[in-house]
């Protein structure tokens, strides 16, 4: 429960004692400048598209296919597709500034072809969005890691020609990581422009799919993180960090758990090598610590954000909502009662993402 005293100290103008948050942010305009940075958008082509290839191949998708039911339609959420409800909605929950992320599972089921075509249809359109709102969207680039050169042409475009922030994937591709080699062109090409790579959850893998499958465990409640979580320590496992030592990683949800687990993976990791490091340059959590950044998104709440400002360091962890699937303006409530210093509460809400993303500073 979010005291109203530690919001209203936090955020409010004087004279609104008596109002719930809810209408607090209603009322007031927010002093404190707010970057969200996992804030989901979708366009109706896409979501078009997903329905036919699932209404055909339901089976080459099973988590998607549990999550909607048979014969089911993907979610058109009116909050995914569009923008001005959008922008009235962050005006609402005091949010300057949202970094885009193409909805789960992006273009990530379809073949190359189609799933090119449309990485780029949705990153010209968070383009037109960028264009049009100015200073209020900062969009990530999609792309198709089924075809790796394409994708890294792909995102190196959407850098350089649209001005988008950075690159995004929906964890697995048709049960792949981005830890096989046969993806590190993708890697190159992200880490070669200097932006970071945000890798998004989605259902696990179909090849680990069932045990969730038996209690609906598949979706954000734990399959999300766990998928996600699993790509990312492979990734590290793998050496990626050791072949691109400068590329970031943005991992969402508080790191999808790894902070909590940094010391017991390195302990087991030195036991299973002999004390060293093995093939890794470095241990584990060096690459976590280095190479990794994390949001809150889903998970405002004090013990959770504290833990990860603690382990990583405050510069490394980020404000987000997961718009339209959380609750905004609670979201930016939990936030704001997380006991932290004027300086912190600058770096969390702003200057963090400021500089992870390339957002110019108001
Ligand atoms: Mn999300």
Redesign the pocket.
């Known amino acids: 429960m979010i005291s109203r005293r530690s919001f209203l100290s936090r955020t409010a103008t004087i004279g609104v004692a008596g109002l719930l948050p809810s209408d607090l942010a209603i009322e007031q305009k927010p002093q404190r400048r707010r970057i969200a940075c996992?804030e989901?958008f979708s366009l109706p082509e896409l979501i078009d598209a997903v329905d036919l290839f699932m209404a055909k191949h339901a089976n080459r998708e099973p988590g998607i296919a549990s999550l909607i039911g048979p014969g089911g339609k993907f979610p058109r959420m009116p909050q995914l597709l569009d923008p001005v409800q959008r922008i009235a909605d962050m005006d609402r929950a005091g949010v300057a500034v949202q970094v885009l992320?193409l909805n789960s599972p992006g273009v990530q089921i379809f073949d190359a072809v189609q799933a090119n075509e449309l990485a780029r249809l949705a990153n010209e359109r968070a383009g037109e969005w960028m264009r049009r709102w100015p200073g209020r969207f900062a969009p990530l680039a999609a792309f198709a890691p089924q075809d790796p050169e394409r994708a890294a042409q792909e995102i190196e475009r959407a850098v350089k020609s649209l001005g988008l922030r950075g690159a995004i994937v929906n964890s697995n591709t048709r049960d792949a990581y981005l830890s096989e080699p046969r993806f590190w062109p993708i890697l190159e090409a992200i880490d070669a422009l200097g932006v970071p790579l945000y890798i998004?959850?989605r259902e696990p893998r179909s090849d680990m799919l069932a045990p969730y499958l038996a209690h609906n465990l598949q979706g954000a409640i734990w399959g999300y993180a766990a998928e996600t979580a699993l790509h990312a320590l492979s990734m590290i496992m793998a050496g990626v960090f050791d072949r691109f030592p400068r590329l970031r990683v943005v991992l969402?949800h508080n790191g999808e758990g790894i902070p909590f687990y940094l010391d017991r993976i390195d302990n087991r990791y030195m036991t299973m090598n002999g004390g060293g490091t093995g093939k890794l340059r470095k241990l584990p959590s060096a690459y976590f610590r280095e190479n990794f950044v994390v949001t809150t998104?889903?998970a405002n709440r004090a013990p959770a954000v504290r833990m990860c400002q603690e382990v990583l360091g405050v510069e490394k962890v980020l404000f987000a909502i997961?718009y339209p699937?959380e609750k905004d303006v609670e979201a930016v409530a939990a936030a704001e009662a997380v006991p932290m210093s004027a300086r912190d509460d600058e770096q969390f809400f702003h200057r963090n993402a400021e500089r992870v993303f390339g957002i110019a500073a108001a």
Do not use: I, N, T, V
């Open positions: 996992e989901g992320l998004h959850p969402g998104s889903g997961d699937f």
